[in-house]
DNA sequence: GCCCCAAAAGAATAAATATGCAAACAAGCG
DNA sequence: CGCTTGTTTGCATATTTATTCTTTTGGGGC
């Protein structure tokens, strides 16, 4: 078994179903006839630049997906958040000078559905929702999150 | 030193340049007045949702960027492309049934600049490049990546 | 204050991953 | 073929990470 057919198989693993260690490719692998260490795998999986998540080895490409973590956001933004207006159906959000960027991405990937969209600046960032009721519900959920 | 203040600290590290381990992560930590055992790190880097490359901690967001690795598109390309034309300043490939997607996607990340973008359909890749000279130069680079 | 509960952290250790080194293998050349 | 050179792999092991179990910490309520 060679090398590239090796790794092409390690690529389809990880497409179809989480592998959790190196061992346990192993096995599948070697369900498939392709036997191969763990230090073989090892140096496969730093050759295809994957990288180890909590929930399994994944392509680069498959991780914006799975943002259901918030935790993240959440200090992000009580980090730089320095305060909150609701204006008509927009959130007005100020934060430290040039930090609204990593704020907004924050408020973009949270997983809020109230959140249409948000576009930011230097130290401002406006955030869009449907109606004004929403906005403020936004704003009340911002201040809160420093719990 | 609270849970929230040293994940702000983690993050705030691992944005400005790259953590190798977590017993170098305790380290820096540390630096900073804010100690803290492995075991512990373990599980701030898990809330957070870190991921670890061979290069270090990241964030999910970081990762698209760094994609000066190749290995992979070569053989995700290798393994589903049947056939290239060029055409005009356009290249068509053609792929096994149902796998343009994945192609297109390692066309789109290997990192070549004449490759202005792509559009898959279900076996058919259309690539686009700048003209024709460039069109038949990415035929003969995607006709040898197979070795 | 004291007591109780829950969350957080550490110590010890189990589990997983990376790596130095030697053996196996492959490709080219005389 | 036999020799050299470079790559790939496995084995043994060092290093790193996750987990279990225990201790500490940080509030409420009284």
Redesign the pocket.
């Known amino acids: 078994m060679?090398?590239q057919r090796?790794r092409t198989k390690i690529l389809n693993l990880i497409r179809t179903r989480p592998v959790l260690?190196?061992?346990q490719l192993s096995q599948r692998l070697k369900a498939e006839g392709c036997?191969?260490?763990?230090?073989?795998l090892?140096?496969d999986?730093?050759a295809l630049n994957l990288v180890?998540t909590?929930a399994g080895y994944k392509l680069p490409d498959q991780l914006g997906a799975n943002g259901d973590n918030t935790e993240r956001q959440r200090l992000t933004i009580i980090q730089f958040m320095v305060e909150v207006q609701a204006a008509g159906n927009l959130v007005v959000v100020r934060t430290h000078p040039g930090n609204a960027s990593p704020v907004a991405l924050s408020l973009d990937t949270i997983g809020w559905k109230e959140i249409v969209g948000t576009v930011a600046g230097d130290d401002t960032i406006l955030v869009v929702t449907a109606n004004a009721a929403t906005a403020r519900l936004v704003r009340r959920r911002l201040l809160a999150l420093n719990n």
Chains 1, 2 share one sequence.
């Open positions: 060679n090398v090796r260690s190196q061992s036997h191969a260490t763990q230090a073989t090892s140096r999986l730093r180890k909590h």
